[in-house]
């Protein structure tokens, strides 16, 4: 059974910068990303990679930055530039076998 556990979320000033972790155990993982969810609103990807190729939501780019560590099976997001709107609760998602797992979710918080 894969497991996902996400770290890093926090209450952090607008303007200021947060990186969060998962760690995901198992191995192959095809694809691994970030979403978001905030109150009364669906779930989004944020950043993803596959490979060696990255997306990112358009109302992330320039400011976050995926990035992964294939030996220890972690991905990474690095938020700058925080705004009152990335408020949400994050979640890690990866892919092995077809299949997406999910972690529980760290709760980030951007303060005006």
């Known amino acids: 059974q894969v497991q996902v556990v996400e770290s890093g979320g926090d209450l952090v000033q607008a303007g200021g910068s947060l990186r969060l972790s998962c760690a995901a155990s198992?191995?192959?993982?095809?694809?691994m990303g970030w979403h978001r969810q905030a109150p009364g609103k669906q779930r989004e990807l944020v950043a993803r990679?596959?490979?060696?190729?990255?997306y990112y939501a358009d109302s992330v780019k320039g400011r976050f930055t995926i990035s992964r560590d294939n030996a220890d099976n972690t991905v990474y997001l690095q938020m700058n530039s925080l705004k009152p709107e990335d408020t949400a609760v994050y979640y890690c998602a990866v892919t092995t076998r077809g299949r997406d797992y999910w972690g529980q979710g760290t709760q980030v918080t951007g303060a005006s």
């Open positions: 198992g191995r192959g993982f095809t694809r």
């Open positions: 990679i596959a490979s060696d190729a990255t």
